[in-house]
């Protein structure tokens, strides 16, 4: 096993994304994650599904190079086997609601007592405080609906766009690791472990950021800009001739202008007195855009691409996930690794987003079967196979 966490010991209890992507996230950098699921599983296995035999590529990512043991936690002995691995852990996580660990006596409280060189990784919907911290919700409803983000991307009374699944969870699992990542290193000088909570809402506070900071100091609503008339119409998305989209990146909008006018091959906008600098081009967006719609739509994108890059135009396609597999940079950039496979051979799957040039990481391995290293974690944590058996027949394990 490789990477900069090797040789740390995470105990995962997580269920559906946020919690186990961040486990994901610890396992690829190196670190041995124990996956503690009830003898049903995680739910998230139950998404396969949906894609029709092809497996659960979403699971997949996100549990791969873990190993798993089911354990009842409702029965003591299952606790007690919880504990046991406890004892010698570096990290606990879990994205449990509140509620449900306090009952079972794993709330960071009652933990850090116990165990305190522990760091505790809570990963919540709506955060470990307030009245609402038990409330159902998914990333759906705390980062997408309730944070403000589906509403800062839908102007007017446009139907709200659906929210792909995993965005919110992946963001706040990134997060996680990260926290967990400066907690272990203050323990290095400390001693001591630590609570570090990361929650849905939070991250979609901080995902849109820059709007409710504006609502925040100033205490002013901000608005959804269509890209009907968008505040510049330089950093906006095109169709092309061939039905292909593009956007254009002119963020600077002043800067970019003449080379844009260049590009479109449009010399009169330069004396047209309703573009004549980025305020008025603000007041007058909408006929801005629209007259580049009709120019944008005269050519291919690939044609506007060469156009583009040969008068130092910035853009970037408008790609679909088909297109960018095999996009080039995305492959340079490393956006896929390759998992091996029980088989002895290799799958190529989605890279978690960090590198590191002196402790590079490779995923160890796909994701585990439910219960996959029950008997072994428990034999690595003083159990024998007659302790086994009798956890077996009294239900604890299946």
Known sequence: ??????????????????????????????????????????????????????????????????????????????????????????????????????????????????????????????????????????????????????????????????????????????????????????RTSTGRGQLVESSLMRLGTYMLGWDHNVTAMTGAETEAWGRGSPPNPLINCYRCADGEWLWMLGLEGDRHWPSVVSALDRPEWHDDPRYGDIELRLENARALTADMDAVMATRTRAEWGEIFDASNVWWSPVQSTLEFRSDPQAIAAGCWVEVPTPDGGAIEMVATPVDFSESAWAPSGPPPELGQHTELILLEHGYDWDDIEQLKQAGVIP
Not at 120 to 126: I, K, M
């Open 1 to 186: 096993m490789a990477g900069p966490m090797e040789g740390i010991r995470v105990v995962e209890l997580g269920v559906w994304i946020a919690g186990p992507a961040c486990g994901g996230i610890l396992a690829d950098w190196g670190a041995d994650v124990v996956k503690v699921e009830t003898p049903d599983g995680d739910p998230f296995r139950s998404l396969d599904w949906l894609y029709q035999g092809d497996g659960n590529p979403p699971f997949d990512l996100d549990n791969r190079g873990k190993r798993s043991i089911a354990l009842d936690l409702r029965q003591p002995e299952g606790l007690a086997a919880l504990h046991g691995m406890l004892a010698d852990a570096d990290v606990f996580l879990s994205n449990i609601r509140p509620g449900g660990l306090e009952r079972m006596g794993l709330d960071y409280p009652s933990l850090a007592e116990r165990y305190p060189r522990l760091i505790y990784a809570s990963v919540t919907g709506l955060s470990l405080r307030g009245d609402e911290r038990d409330r159902h919700t998914y990333d759906v409803g705390a980062f997408w609906s309730r944070a403000g983000i589906v509403r800062s991307l839908t102007p007017g009374d446009a139907d709200l766009p659906y929210q792909r699944g995993g965005m919110g969870d992946h963001m706040t699992g990134l997060a996680a690791a990260g926290g967990v990542a400066a907690a272990l290193f203050h």
